[in-house]
């Protein structure tokens, strides 16, 4: 009888889990996203790869998401969010051994790093409204010898109050609004990271409470998962040309959006800004300002295979922001003037197509004069309610269950706020 010998695969040294986790950490402490030997040594020591069986062993250390589940629509429910912003988030908490932690959005991964940083004398719960997300959560935190951390399987708009009260709170799904939960399950200095949705605009906010209010300490453009349950909000989208390319709008749908039927096929007003810059130059403060001067600041869709000739001219890059007024479209393009160098160009569409774009062309070069190098603005939230006179200055965006105010520092003097008068809230 011949005797099958069992063989054993070899992996390359350089695929092995221990050498791409050393590699990916190596990259975050570069990249500045990991700031403190705390923090580098919980990457250190928790096996990604075990938290991403969905993917490949190089898949699960390369510094970019893994989607888990989908939707009917195939769009991602629930992943393990990118490193990089892990890292983020979790240096934005401050963490230290022997406190309490809440994470609203279970993957498992995330709630392990926590584990590792507050030790075992602290207490991490993850809650998740899914109980398919929290079944594989436990699933994997078990396997991976985190066993400690508790699993809920919950709408996480409403915290955790029986294990509360909470050092940080760490929310891994976009937030529209704030609910009140949030802030009072934490103690008074206590940190909440939050990817907040402003007018359409993801962006990472790590709050600190100080009474019964919330202030920023610092910002990041992220992007996550849309929350379900009680704090889901849908953004609604106006056709203007089919589904090949639409508007998304955040809360400020037109009041009439019959106006914008056939909007594409009106002449179009093309404005050069004179505010230029290199390639590979983020303007993500740019985008968070117009969303801030104007109230119908929104995004457009435009389809993969869209014919976008309507939209700006020939080799113009299809825009993703826009505003609208009335009746009347404007966004903006950055196509490439130059070797290494592009121009903001602003079009537009309507009745008061030329006004409008002129509007949208002044704030951009307000933005360069003044913000484009300052420090990202203050953000703050208040409880519903609150009276303007209790609030600081700057543009208030009010939501079901808290005031959001964005104050821009006066560019003579960082340290001061928003100077001039309120903008009408919306």
């Avoid at 890292?87 to 051994?97: F, K, N, P, S």
């Avoid at 409880?383 to 700057?394: E, I, K, M, S």
């Amino acid at each position: 009888m011949d005797v099958v010998q069992e063989q054993t695969v070899e992996i390359p040294d350089q695929e092995h889990p221990e050498v791409l986790r050393t590699r990916l950490v190596d990259g975050l402490i570069s990249g500045g996203w990991i700031r403190t030997a705390d923090v580098e040594a919980a990457f250190r020591t928790v096996p990604r790869h075990l938290f991403a069986p969905e993917a490949s062993v190089k898949a699960a250390y390369a510094d970019d998401v893994v989607r888990t589940k989908f939707d009917s629509d195939g769009t991602a429910v629930s992943s393990v969010s990118a490193p990089w912003l892990q890292a983020t988030m979790i240096e934005q908490a401050r963490l230290a051994a022997g406190m309490r932690c809440l994470e609203l959005g279970s993957g498992g991964y995330n709630a392990a790093l926590l584990a590792e940083l507050v030790g075992p004398t602290g207490e991490v719960t993850t809650v998740d409204i899914d109980p398919d997300i929290t079944d594989r959560a436990t699933r994997l935190l078990t396997a991976a010898g985190y066993d400690q951390v508790r699993v809920l399987t919950r709408d996480g708009w409403y915290g955790a109050a029986e294990h509360a009260p909470f050092d940080a709170i760490i929310v891994t799904a976009q937030a529209v609004d704030l609910p009140p939960a949030w802030a009072d399950q934490l103690v008074d200095g206590g940190r909440l990271i939050v990817p907040l949705r402003l007018r359409g605009l993801g962006r990472g906010v790590a709050f600190e409470r100080h009474g019964n209010h919330l202030v920023s300490r610092e910002t990041q453009m992220c992007g996550f998962v849309r929350m379900q349950g009680a704090g889901a909000h849908p953004m609604r989208r106006l056709a203007l040309r089919g589904d090949d390319i639409g508007l998304r709008f955040d809360g400020n749908y037109p009041a009439e959006p019959e106006l914008f039927d056939r909007i594409l096929d009106s002449p179009r007003v093309d404005i050069w800004t004179g505010v230029r810059l290199g390639p590979r130059v983020p303007f993500d403060t740019l985008k968070l300002w117009l969303a801030t001067m104007f109230d119908g600041y929104c995004g457009i869709d435009v389809a993969k295979d869209a014919a976008t000739e309507s939209l700006a001219p020939e080799g113009h890059r299809p825009p993703g922001d826009a505003v609208v007024n009335g009746a009347t479209l404007a966004y903006f393009t950055c196509p490439k003037i130059a070797e290494a160098l592009y121009e903001f160009r602003v079009h537009a569409f309507g009745p008061d197509a030329t006004t409008l774009a002129d509007d949208l062309a002044h704030q951009i070069r307000i933005w360069d004069r003044d913000h484009r190098h300052g420090p990202d603005p203050l953000v703050t939230a208040h409880p519903a309610g609150t009276p303007d006179r209790d609030l600081p200055p700057g543009r208030t965006l009010d939501r079901p269950h808290a005031r959001i105010t964005i104050t821009w520092p006066h560019p003579d003097d960082p340290d001061a706020t928003f100077h001039g008068s309120r903008p009408t809230p919306s």
